[in-house]
C-alpha cells in the first residue's frame, strides 16, 4: 500500500491544520494508522494512532487534548486535526500503516512521505 500525506504548511502559534494521509494500491481499512513526526535534529516520535475501526486511539502526551486523529474508512483515508499548535509542534510529520495499532515506529510496515508543518511564534 502507498501512503500520501497532505495538508502541511505555515501557521502561527495557536492556529490548527488538518493532516490527511490517503492510501493507493490497496485499501488500508484493515490496517492500525498512525501518524509520527520528526523535527530537525531529533528522532522520528510517536504522535498518534488509530485501530481500523477507529474503536481505540493513543496519543502522544505532548499532543493529547490538542490533536485528534480520525479515519474514513469509505474514502481511505486517516486525518490528523491539529488545534492550538505550539512552535514545538513543527517537524516533518509521516503517516504509517500497521497490522494492528501501536505506538512503536518498529510495528509499521508501511510509511508515506512526509508534510511540513511549521508553526511560528
Known amino acids: 500500500v502507498q501512503l500520501q500525506a497532505s495538508g502541511g504548511g505555515l501557521v502561527q502559534a495557536g492556529g490548527s491544520l488538518r493532516l490527511s494521509c490517503a492510501a493507493s494500491?490497496?485499501?488500508?481499512?484493515?490496517?492500525?494508522v498512525g501518524w509520527f513526526r520528526q523535527a530537525p535534529g531529533k528522532e522520528r516520535e510517536f504522535v498518534a494512532s488509530?485501530?481500523?475501526?477507529?474503536?481505540?486511539?493513543y496519543y502522544a502526551d505532548s499532543v493529547k487534548g490538542r490533536f485528534t486523529i480520525s479515519r474514513d474508512n469509505a474514502k481511505n483515508t486517516v486525518y490528523l486535526q491539529m488545534d492550538r499548535l505550539k512552535p514545538e509542534d513543527t517537524a516533518v510529520y509521516y503517516c504509517?500503516?500497521?497490522?494492528?495499532?501501536?505506538?512503536?515506529?518498529?510495528?509499521?510496515?508501511?510509511w508515506g512521505q512526509g508534510t511540513l508543518v511549521t508553526v511560528s511564534s
Open positions: 494500491g490497496r485499501t488500508f481499512s484493515g490496517n492500525a
Open positions: 488509530i485501530r481500523w475501526d477507529a474503536y481505540t486511539t
Open positions: 504509517a500503516a500497521a497490522p494492528t495499532v501501536a505506538t512503536m515506529l518498529a510495528k509499521y510496515d508501511y
